[in-house]
């Protein structure tokens, strides 16, 4: 069985800063894409950045120069630094991983439970 657990959410006044971990665990034979997803109250649950098992990364318009996605495959965790917040990220901010078990023959992919973060102005 794979866990995603999140960590890093919090209450935050606007233009500070917070850094999101997930790590991932159970029998993996090896993690593929790792992203952050966010979901504002109201709103539809939108990808705000990934990062591939070759280091690529890839953002959401609203958040390139202020977050940063990194990974620790040692630790099977990824990170999501996020600097100069504004009300606007606040949200429940979700991971997902697409990885490889060792009793299935495809990659599956998962979810954390999802870590509030709040951005007060």
């Known amino acids: 069985q794979v866990q995603l657990v999140e960590s890093g959410g919090d209450l935050v006044q606007a233009g500070g800063s917070l850094r999101l971990s997930c790590a991932a665990s159970?029998?993996?034979?090896?993690?593929?894409?790792m992203a952050w997803y966010r979901q504002a109250p109201g709103k539809e649950r939108e990808l705000v950045a990934t990062?591939?098992?070759?280091?690529?990364?890839n953002y959401e318009d609203s958040v390139k120069g202020r977050f940063t996605i990194s990974r620790d495959d040692a630790k099977n965790t990824v990170y999501l630094q996020m600097n100069t917040l504004k009300p606007e990220d606040t949200g429940v901010y979700y991971c997902?991983?697409?990885?490889?078990?060792?009793?299935?023959?495809?990659?599956?992919?998962?979810w954390g439970q999802g870590t509030q973060v709040t951005v007060s102005s």
């Open positions: 990062i591939t098992s070759g280091g690529a990364t």
């Open positions: 159970g029998s993996i034979i090896s993690i593929n894409t």
């Open positions: 997902n991983a697409n990885l490889r078990q060792w009793k299935y023959l495809s990659p599956r992919e998962y």
